[in-house]
């Protein structure tokens, strides 16, 4: 590595596998992955981004907290770099004194966040284990991406959400064969299907599109934005939020006409007829007729009855982008899409029926025999708290408040420290300057990151951690085919620590070094947990390199074909309702839920129902007229590798999409800097105007990096500036990003 000879291996990430060459030192270039149809252009900013000067090259702790425990000035930059020995001995000490002051429940380490692709060294595993390992730790229950899945789908079809994705419905290859009418609510866009957590290598949702359109399948989009589908789709501009109303206009349409199928509803559903009297109107006088939907959609009567009909005429998918439920009520679409589908009656047909997710992530839709992943084992967790993982301000700011999640009653627990490590909550969760608020309460804050993040810059203790190129590690996705070596390409940049080193340090000053290594160094660990996918590997008749094998061939190819019957839950259900039952109580669909209706939630009762949000284009005012959306950024990771990227030309402030119409009525143009804010802050951004989004709403990327601290303008155009922090519902409490109003002007 230091014979300034240049040298090219291949690696992998989230955004898939690519070379990089070095020059001994430094990395100088990074090239496609061969195999790659449609390989990402993310790493071309690699080379930049590693050697940034936003790294953190040192251990950092912020010189007021060190003198006074101050809380309230974070964000303030004044830090002292004391070498590594001595900032781990204050760390450990801090640590120490919070878990016997106030014990072990009072300190979070969710740490919700990507972090990087290598299996051993994921930052999140490895923060876990270590806070296990010191006596437990508040964790948090399930995703930004999907939490509130996670949370209303098991009531529906009776399967963890990530199994419904992964393993329940139809691949691919199934859908170009059998689908004749692709519905997509939010689209499948191939830019979001590009990333996956471990990563995809051969990135082929826009080959399966040009399958699709070669095979005449229909392909409508539905939606705030045409470019949420391939080009060629049709798209059905609708506002976002009312996806729910459209749905049961389509379903009020299935029922009026005879096209409903109630001998599929009445042998593989429970509730149909606690949803129909709603559905018509009979309990609150509304019928959800096409009439009653098209001004809350936007989509006109007479477009929804015809695609009703088509639906019902044509073997139909309906599929859901999880930004859907990445919004207030966000319950209600997902459940409802089940109901609609369930109408058609094509649910376990091939090629029919409901799916969520494909293109929200790479590798939903893949056909795979399954020999799982590699993670470091985390121990186990001796404190039971658990909080809904975007609740995370309001536990900091109302510790021992009351809250309702999935038919518990909880309360918030009182938290001191705050360890996280692999994740940007100043770029990810809503209403930052709320977060800014809620940061000020713990004690102390502890951060491991290689960049100086939003999040970094506002941690009381930083730790710098290596990058991937950094360190040795093994790049494995459960739902790839491919497996690679990561070699370590550069020596760690400044005097970064791999994650694992650090918790190795401060295990040691706890006591509990031995528990937290079990004795292995790195390359152990790696070796270790490698020998437990080969023998997975073995055992399923997979042919798995050994590992001095692989790292001499850097990657290999599995073969993971099968020729069992791909994803049978919903086949046999459907040919065996009574054998092969769903995991509901019932057995069946659940149109009606009892278990859902017990809990008594007005924003989440028994069936689904329209409710709109509190912050949509319905409920538009004077002072914030527009719907902000907040899609994921198509030339990186949230807010990954930004600090290179923020440095290109034209990249920053963040580009929004505007409509044409709401464009000249504020004198905007393309390329105008503008201040797009409402009650909560205000963002620059450069304006894009156009026609691809529906009237009434903006789309501003997640990804910057938050510029100011609490309460002035962000000039990077972070949009959590502008989000609302609320739970989706009492039932799911997930983000409701998706749900905000704005409003916009042209800066000066
Ligand atoms: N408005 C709005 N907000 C959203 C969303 C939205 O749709 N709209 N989407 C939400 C969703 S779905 C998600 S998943 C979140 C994403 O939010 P995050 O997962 O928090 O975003 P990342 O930028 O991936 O954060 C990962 C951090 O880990 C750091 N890191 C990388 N490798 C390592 C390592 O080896 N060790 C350590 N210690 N750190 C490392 C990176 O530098 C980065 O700062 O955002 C959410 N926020
Ligand atoms: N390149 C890239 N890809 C990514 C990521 C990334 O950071 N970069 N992040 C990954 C992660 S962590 C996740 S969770 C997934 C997220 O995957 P998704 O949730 O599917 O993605 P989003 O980009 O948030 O939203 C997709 C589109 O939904 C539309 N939309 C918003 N609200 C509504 C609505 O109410 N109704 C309808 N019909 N449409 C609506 C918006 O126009 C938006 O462009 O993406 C993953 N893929
Ligand atoms: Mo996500």
């Not at 559905?279 to 009439?291: I, R, S, V």
């Not at 009909?309 to 919004?327: E, V």
């Not at 620590?497 to 390359?523: M, P, S």
Request: glycine share 10%.
């Amino acid at each position: 590595m230091d014979d300034n000879t240049r040298h090219r291996r291949v690696t992998s990430s989230h955004w898939g596998a690519f070379e990089v060459e070095t020059d001994g030192t430094r990395i100088i270039a990074t090239y496609p992955f061969a195999p790659d149809p449609a390989p990402p252009a993310i790493p071309a900013i690699l080379p930049a981004a590693v050697h940034h000067a936003s790294r953190v090259a040192r251990p950092a702790i912020r010189r007021a907290w060190l003198a006074s425990r101050d809380r309230t000035g974070r964000g303030d930059g004044d830090y002292v770099m004391p070498p590594w020995d001595e900032a781990l001995d204050i760390a450990a000490g801090e640590i120490d004194r919070i878990r016997k002051t106030h014990g072990n429940g009072s300190i979070y380490g969710g740490s919700y966040g990507w972090a990087s692709a290598g299996r051993f060294h994921h930052a999140q595993g490895q923060v876990h284990r270590f806070l296990n390992c010191i006596g437990g730790y508040v964790a948090s229950f399930g995703s930004y991406s999907t939490g509130c899945a996670q949370s209303i789908m098991p009531h529906v079809f009776g399967e963890n959400f990530l199994t419904l994705t992964y393993e329940v419905q139809d691949s691919y290859a199934t859908i170009a064969q059998h689908t004749e009418t692709l519905v997509m609510f939010g689209g499948i866009n191939p830019k979001n299907s590009m990333v996956s957590m471990g990563g995809i290598t051969e990135h082929q949702t826009a080959g399966w599109f040009d399958r699709f359109a070669a095979k005449g399948m229909t392909r409508i989009t539905i939606g705030p934005q045409r470019g949420d589908a391939p080009h060629g789709c049709d798209w059905l501009p609708c506002r976002p939020g009312s996806d729910t109303a459209l749905m049961l206009a389509l379903a009020h349409v299935l029922e009026t006409e005879g096209l409903a199928d109630h001998t599929f509803l009445d042998r593989y559903t429970v509730g149909y007829d606690r949803f129909r009297p709603y559905l018509m109107g009979q309990g609150d006088g509304t019928p959800k007729t096409p009439e009653w939907a098209a001004p809350l959609t936007g989509v006109a009567a007479d477009t929804i009855r015809q695609l009703a009909r088509r639906m019902a005429a044509t073997r139909t998918l309906i599929t859901l982008a999880w930004s859907l439920q990445r919004a207030e009520h966000g319950e209600q679409p997902y459940w409802m899409s089940a109901v609609l589908a369930a109408m058609l009656g094509q649910i376990g047909l091939p090629g029919g029926g409901v799916g969520y997710g494909y293109g929200a992530i790479g590798g939903i839709g893949k056909d795979f025999k399954p020999i799982g992943g590699m993670t470091l084992p985390q121990g186990t967790n001796p404190v039971t708290d658990v909080i809904p993982v975007a609740r995370v301000a309001d536990m900091l700011l109302n510790p021992g408040a009351p809250y309702d999640f999935n038919g518990d009653r909880r309360t918030y627990p009182d938290i001191r420290l705050v360890y996280w490590a692999g994740g940007n909550p100043f770029h990810h969760h809503q209403d930052l300057n709320r977060l800014h608020q809620a940061w000020t309460r713990p004690e102390t804050i502890i951060v491991n990151e290689p960049w100086w993040t939003a999040t970094a810059q506002r941690a009381d203790i930083v730790f710098p951690a290596t990058t991937p190129y950094e360190r040795e590690d093994i790049g494995r996705s459960p739902l790839d085919e491919y497996l690679f070596h990561m070699p370590q390409l550069i020596a760690p940049v400044g005097q970064a620590r791999d994650d694992y080193a650090i918790f190795t340090g401060l295990a040691e000053r706890l006591g509990v070094g031995a528990a937290f290594t079990e004795g292995r160094d790195a390359g152990q660990w790696i070796a270790h947990l490698y020998d437990g996918l080969h023998a997975r590997g073995v055992a399923a008749g997979v042919a798995v390199p050994d590992l001095d094998d692989l790292r001499t061939m850097n990657w290999v190819k599995l073969d993971l074909a099968t020729d069992e019957q791909p994803k049978p839950v919903l086949r046999r259900f459907r040919a065996d309702p009574e054998g092969a039952p769903l995991k509901t109580p019932s057995g069946r669909i659940e149109i009606f839920s009892k278990t859902i209706d017990s809990f008594g939630y007005d924003d989440c009762p028994g069936h689904p129902v329209w409710l709109p949000p509190v912050e949509w284009q319905g409920a538009a005012t004077a002072a914030a007229p527009l719907h902000l959306v907040s899609p994921q950024p198509g030339d990186k990771l949230h807010s990954q590798l930004e600090a290179a990227l923020a440095d290109l030309e034209g990249t920053r402030p963040e580009t929004i999409l505007i409509h044409e119409t709401d464009a000249a009525a504020r004198g905007i143009a393309t390329g105008d800097l503008v201040r797009v804010f409402n009650a909560r802050g205000a963002v620059q951004a450069r304006a894009r105007v156009s026609d691809d989004i529906v009237h009434g709403v903006v789309a501003l990327p997640t990804g910057a990096w938050l510029s100011a601290p609490g309460g002035n303008m962000d000039t990077n155009g972070n949009p959590n500036v502008l989000t609302r922090d609320v739970g989706t519902s009492r039932l799911g409490q997930g983000t409701s990003a998706h749900s905000a109003l704005v409003e916009i002007e042209r800066m000066g």
